[in-house]
């Protein structure tokens, strides 16, 4: 599943933090020996100003979220996905984020992932169109969406969706 995301470069210390935290959890993650796959338990937050902009438009921060897994060479950061990348893994799941936008319990955990750098992507489709990322749709910022797959360990990552696709 392949989501075309139109990503704005806006950078926060709060999106900077993912990264930061990915690199966090790598230099402290058990045996430096280890070198087999890991997985990723993915939960999902939103900020409560965005919820609350939800609402006033008629929506709600409880839908589906549809997310996908992609390798960091596969990935442009201020873009998504580039043509042609292959998923490592896809989930859509249910998500309640309202009052206050989450983070959510851990609403996906991937299959076995070797230790690399990943983007977790993807969009809420608030709207019900069923189509999740089209206009008005919270959607992730690649920026602050950066994480390292621990090796032989399960790595949890909340995935933000910072914005709204315009």
């Known amino acids: 599943m392949l989501l075309s995301l139109l990503v704005f470069a806006c950078t ?3 999106e900077t933090g993912a990264a930061d935290t990915a690199a966090d959890t ?3 993650g058990g ?3 280890a070198t087999g796959p890991g ?3 993915i939960s999902v937050q939103m900020d409560d100003d965005m919820v609350a902009d939800l609402a006033e438009d008629g929506e709600s921060a409880h839908a589906m979220v549809s997310g996908s897994i992609y390798i960091e060479t ?3 950061a201020f873009s998504g996905p580039i043509e042609g990348a292959v998923s ?3 989930f859509t799941v249910d998500v309640d984020l309202t009052p206050d936008g989450g983070p959510s319990a851990v609403i996906y955990t991937s299959e076995p992932i070797d230790p690399q750098i990943v ?3 993807g969009c809420m489709d608030t709207d019900v169109d069923l189509e999740c990322g089209s206009v008005g749709d ?3 910022n690649p920026v602050s969406n950066k994480v390292i797959v621990v090796a032989e360990a399960e790595t949890p990552f909340t995935m933000v969706l910072g914005l709204r696709r315009p």
């Open 138 to 140: 919270p959607v992730t």
């Open 88 to 90: 490592l893994g896809d």
């Open 74 to 76: 596969d990935v442009e």
């Open 26 to 28: 790598a230099d402290s």
């Open 39 to 41: 997985t990723l338990a």
């Open 119 to 121: 983007y977790v992507l």
């Open 31 to 33: 045996d430096s020996a």
């Open 12 to 14: 926060t210390e709060a």
